[in-house]
């Protein structure tokens, strides 16, 4: 429910960023020459015998140190190809499986890129789930070991096993909660049409979801029940059903009861007077019980829950 906050693009950090991510793949790529003389195959030779032995170079002409740090935009593009291709050359299990093994994720490149995304925790403000924010998700070191640990998963966005060329791509990963990547999201993604994935990835530049939905706090006269929902608008409305945030937050309405009783109990005048008796500034006082600010600067999980059910 939240981006992932990447560094501006074009400036140095998010260049460091990115250069440190290739990294990973640096003595991979290119064909090599073993001690015995033995000459191995990198990870760009492979992929363009592939795409010649299945007649599709022209098709799917990028590069895999493109697909490494391409947009999230351009990958979605790439994987709609992709999809389009295989089911015109209607590639066998035999001829995916060798694509797979290209592209394999679990072929020791996991725990470098799970470390990578723990290196730059801070930077890109892994704190919580970017797909609920309902569950905190944060690196921490086991003591006995000095080693970094994270208490997150890294979920492809798009799904690998119908795109095994996005298994490796920097902008197709999203740290979450293992509720949302395990029991909720797997192989599927939230769309009707392709065109609207580029919006529903908290890894795309396009993402603006916290702009384009609202929770909010219902009461039912009728049946005597408070209830939370949500106000989305398209295509965010897809991302709320498919992730079922509506009633995943509705256990929580009694945090929502409790800061509509808060906006009750103190009003303007009142803020204005505790904040003259204090000698203090009614923004001070007005955070001291609301803590929005704190919710927001410190990444507290339901931050923008807090915030819109204060400003309902």
Same mark, same amino acid.
């Given at each position: 429910?939240? @981006?992932?906050?990447?560094?501006?693009?074009?400036?140095?950090?998010?260049?460091?960023?990115?250069?440190?991510?290739?990294?990973?793949?640096?003595?991979?790529?290119?064909?090599?020459?073993?001690?015995?003389?033995?000459?191995?195959?990198?990870?760009?030779? +492979?992929?363009?015998?592939?795409?010649?032995?299945?007649?599709?170079?022209?098709?799917?002409?990028?590069?895999?140190?493109?697909?490494?740090?391409?947009?999230?935009?351009?990958?979605?593009?790439?994987?709609?190809?992709?999809?389009?291709?295989?089911? +015109?050359?209607?590639?066998?299990?035999?001829?995916?499986?060798?694509?797979?093994?290209?592209?394999?994720?679990?072929? +020791?490149?996991?725990?470098?890129?799970?470390?990578?995304?723990?290196?730059?925790?801070?930077?890109?403000?892994?704190?919580?789930?970017?797909?609920?924010?309902?569950?905190?998700?944060?690196?921490?070191?086991?003591?006995?070991?000095?080693?970094?640990?994270?208490?997150?998963?890294?979920?492809?966005?798009?799904?690998?096993?119908?795109?095994?060329?996005?298994?490796?791509?920097?902008?197709?990963?999203?740290?979450?909660?293992?509720?949302?990547?395990?029991?909720?999201?797997?192989?599927?993604?939230?769309?009707?049409?392709?065109?609207?994935? +580029?919006?529903?990835?908290?890894?795309?530049?396009?993402?603006?979801?916290?702009?384009?939905?609202?929770?909010?706090?219902?009461?039912?006269?009728?049946?005597?029940?408070?209830?939370?929902?949500?106000?989305?608008?398209?295509?965010?409305?897809?991302?709320?059903?498919?992730?079922?945030?509506?009633?995943?937050?509705?256990?929580?309405?009694?945090? @929502?009861?409790?800061?509509?009783?808060?906006?009750?109990?103190?009003?303007?005048?009142?803020?204005?007077?505790? @904040?003259?008796?204090?000698?203090?500034?009614?923004?001070?006082?007005?955070?001291?019980?609301?803590?929005?600010?704190?919710?927001?600067?410190?990444?507290?999980?339901? @931050?923008?829950?807090?915030?819109?059910?204060?400003?309902?």
């Amino acid at each position: 429910m939240k @981006a992932i906050e990447y560094p501006s693009k074009g400036s140095k950090e998010f260049a460091n960023l990115v250069d440190d991510y290739k990294s990973i793949f640096s003595t991979d790529l290119a064909d090599r020459v073993t001690k015995r003389g033995e000459k191995r195959l990198g990870l760009e030779s +492979k992929w363009k015998n592939w795409k010649r032995k299945y007649g599709c170079i022209r098709a799917l002409n990028n590069s895999v140190e493109d697909l490494l740090t391409m947009d999230f935009e351009d990958l979605v593009l790439f994987y709609e190809t992709f999809l389009r291709v295989c089911s +015109k050359k209607r590639f066998t299990s035999k001829s995916l499986h060798d694509l797979h093994e290209i592209f394999k994720y679990t072929n +020791k490149y996991d725990s470098k890129i799970s470390a990578f995304f723990k290196r730059h925790a801070d930077e890109l403000k892994i704190y919580t789930c970017h797909y609920c924010d309902m569950a905190y998700i944060n690196v921490y070191t086991e003591n006995s070991k000095s080693i970094a640990k994270s208490q997150f998963d890294i979920d492809h966005f798009l799904p690998k096993g119908k795109c095994p060329p996005v298994a490796l791509s920097l902008f197709n990963f999203v740290p979450s909660c293992p509720v949302c990547n395990e029991r909720i999201k797997r192989e599927d993604l939230p769309y009707v049409n392709l065109n609207e994935l +580029k919006f529903l990835s908290p890894s795309s530049f396009a993402f603006d979801l916290h702009k384009r939905i609202k929770v909010k706090l219902g009461h039912s006269k009728s049946s005597r029940k408070d209830f939370i929902y949500f106000v989305a608008k398209y295509p965010y409305d897809r991302y709320v059903d498919f992730f079922h945030l509506q009633e995943r937050y509705d256990y929580h309405k009694i945090e @929502a009861l409790r800061l509509e009783k808060l906006k009750k109990n103190y009003s303007r005048s009142q803020i204005a007077q505790i @904040a003259k008796c204090l000698h203090r500034t009614k923004k001070e006082v007005k955070e001291d019980i609301f803590n929005q600010r704190y919710m927001q600067n410190k990444h507290r999980c339901f @931050a923008k829950f807090t915030v819109d059910i204060l400003n309902q």
